[in-house]
């Protein structure tokens, strides 16, 4: 009980202010890619417990060797072009001088984090004043620090406190699926650089003066409440700024590339998207939007408080640029504030802002929404936005590359991986989780968790609190487990038995899934029943085989396994009894539960055999190819030859 009024007044001051203030003064260099500032941090220890030290993050030096975790991932990647690792591309954070004496830095190893150690423990409640100068060297854009061209992208180019809760320090440190962030705060900023720069950052730009050798210029800016202050300053861009109706739009867009239907796509979406997610999730807490165009610019795609950023080429006919933008818009509304660790909870920080994506592609174009073509075209009915994201996780589950949601970022994990399962995954879990809530219910709880997070650095715990929340209590156990499933599960029904006024269901499952399942069974009246199962592993007394025992009166024409699809796994083909079979002509897209047959005219001439007309038939279960792993796909090929007077057939099978 003593800890109750502790936890209280430490949420209570929490909420009131940041727990940093940033004052800083710096000075670009273009020619020398250098930035030299002075730092002003007031940090306020709003831990319950006192404070010994202070941990800095000095980002740039993550780039300052070749034996760096995130250098050598983006090596193992191939992702870094000859000469990257020339000293002069590498960065670096020098903290130059630290105004007390009494604070004693201690670098870790490689120099990403400094320790601040104080000379009196802070205790809770009270405030440090730390002033120091600093050097930062900007090294080639490999990530979301570093300049290409003429574009200078600069996230936590100074240094900056690392997030600290009631958990403690946040300080996983930087790798190329995501990195730990820095503390709440607010910033007051003076950046001084040359003219001919446009800039791009949050917050507020107050006032705009000449420096004392121009024709430099020093901008002063104020923000609240972000865990960076990222700054895009390009001469390559032109600004178009839109302050007709809200949003106010800034955009930063490249003259080449530059058009009126350009233009006029990004702020239709920007507004479209900022419309449809306030109704949905509540108002953004800032009045505008800054976009910047860094197409061919940015290597990946970058996610920083405060700055939409696109890097997805257009591509004719398909709608991925698109959704590339809204995804970066929704950004700011599930990462800015609050501020969920990317690694401790990667659903709320990549999930919740691929998921808004979805709903927005869906509530636009409708269900089938990648295709921008007016023409129906048969062959590729079905592609969409949801369709994509079945693709990524098919392909890392079945290669033993899933994980559930609920547990950190695996920093090590390949491209496809951190896509599938933090993005793609996600996505396909909190559509799962709609079709439990109803949209309403969803958007309720969403609006719940932010608007308590607000200030904080969420976690995914807190994010399900919410929705057992909007759902129900009774429903807490059924969410958790949906939220935790690895994607690997293989349900199958090996099995049906006939019996005078019944029948038996054998049903096998590999990990059981701690779930209800349904089970739908279709009459030859076309009239079914669904029951719900139960298959944790007592049930099945931990052999993997479950009985279910169907009273019916009528011929049984199908029996389907998990029809709303709830549960997560790669191999939906034997969810049905009898099988699912389609027969079309040429080509259709891979359906993950229908084994698919398809045929067409062969044609084919050489010298030897003549013309040579003919017919093929193909069957797959989804494409085996290299990490596509499908099954049982064959061809059959059979066509006459006119020079030699007979029939020819041909077949495969892997």
Not at 36 to 42: L, R
Not at 342 to 355: A, S, T
Not at 627 to 652: E, F, M, P, V
Request: hydrophobic share 40%; with cysteine.
């Amino acid at each position: 009980m003593t800890q109750l009024p502790l936890l209280l007044s430490f949420f209570i001051l929490f909420a009131q202010s940041p727990p940093v203030t940033y004052k800083i003064s710096a000075t670009l260099n273009p020619g020398k890619r250098t930035i030299s500032g002075k730092e002003i941090i007031i940090f306020r220890n709003r831990h319950p417990s006192a404070l010994n030290s202070i941990l800095l993050y000095l980002y740039p030096n993550a780039f300052s060797n070749h034996n760096g975790d995130l250098i050598r991932a983006l090596a193992k990647q191939g992702r870094l072009v000859p000469g990257a690792l020339n000293p002069k591309n590498l960065g670096a954070l020098i903290i130059e001088e630290l105004d007390c004496a009494e604070i004693i830095p201690q670098y870790r190893a490689d120099k990403t984090i400094v320790e601040l150690l104080l000379p009196r423990p802070l205790a809770p409640g009270d405030s440090v004043t730390i002033k120091l100068s600093f050097t930062t060297r900007i090294p080639t854009l490999f990530t979301d620090l570093g300049t290409k061209g003429k574009v200078f992208v600069l996230s936590r180019w100074y240094p900056q406190v690392v997030a600290l809760d009631e958990s403690g320090w946040h300080q996983e440190g930087f790798h190329l699926p995501g990195s730990a962030p820095g503390a709440l705060a607010d910033y007051e900023i003076e950046f001084t650089l040359p003219d001919k720069f446009a800039l791009a950052t949050p917050g507020t730009e107050i006032k705009m003066d000449e420096a004392h050798k121009p024709p430099f210029i020093t901008h002063h800016f104020c923000a609240r409440w972000l865990t960076d202050f990222p700054i895009i300053a390009t001469s390559a861009h032109v600004k178009v700024t839109d302050t007709t109706i809200l949003p106010h739009l800034h955009l930063l867009l490249r003259p080449e590339r530059y058009s009126r239907a350009a233009e006029k796509f990004i702020r239709h979406t920007a507004r479209m998207s900022a419309f449809l997610f306030s109704h949905w999730f509540g108002e953004l807490a800032e009045s505008s939007l800054t976009v910047i165009d860094l197409t061919d610019i940015a290597p990946e795609e970058i996610a920083v408080p405060g700055l939409v950023i696109i890097n997805q080429k257009p591509l004719p006919f398909l709608r991925l640029q698109e959704r590339a933008l809204v995804t970066a818009i929704a950004h700011q509304w599930f990462c800015r504030n609050p501020a969920p660790n990317p690694i401790r909870d990667p659903m709320l920080f990549y999930g919740l802002p691929v998921y808004a994506a979805t709903r927005y592609l869906e509530a636009i174009y409708g269900k089938e929404n990648l295709l921008n073509i007016n023409i129906p075209f048969p062959f590729l009915a079905g592609v969409s936005d949801l369709y994509l994201h079945q693709i990524y996780h098919y392909i890392a589950a079945t290669n033993n590359l899933t994980q559930s949601l609920t547990r950190p970022l695996t920093v090590q994990s390949a491209p496809v991986a951190s896509g599938a399962v933090y993005r793609s995954q996600s996505a396909l879990i909190l559509k799962i989780l709609e079709q439990e809530l109803g949209t309403t219910g969803i958007d309720s709880a969403i609006r719940h968790y932010l608007a308590t997070g607000r200030g904080r650095h969420t976690t995914t715990a807190g994010f399900l609190a919410c929705i057992t929340r909007s759902a129900g209590p009774e429903k807490e156990v059924i969410i958790n487990r949906l939220v935790s499933q690895t994607g690997t599960i293989d349900l199958k029904i090996t099995g049906l038995q006939h019996h005078a006024d019944s029948i038996t269901l054998i049903i096998s499952a590999t990990s059981p899934p701690n779930l209800p399942i349904e089970v739908k069974t279709i009459f030859s009246d076309n009239s079914y029943r669904i029951d719900t199962l139960d298959l944790t592993p007592r049930a099945t007394r931990n052999s993997g085989i479950f009985f279910h025992f169907i009273p019916v009166n009528r011929k049984v024409r199908q029996v389907i396994l998990d029809p709303n699809k709830k549960i997560l796994e790669p191999n939906r083909w034997n969810n049905y009894f009898p099988a699912q079979v389609a027969i079309k002509p040429i080509f259709r897209l891979p359906s993950f539960d229908t084994y698919q047959i398809f045929y067409g005219p062969w044609f084919w001439y050489d010298n030897y055999r003549g013309f040579q007309p003919g017919i093929w038939f193909q069957g797959r279960r989804f494409i085996d190819a290299g990490i596509i792993r499908g099954d049982h796909n064959w061809t059959l090929i059979c066509n006459y030859a006119s020079h030699k007077s007979d029939w020819h057939t041909g077949i495969s099978y892997q």
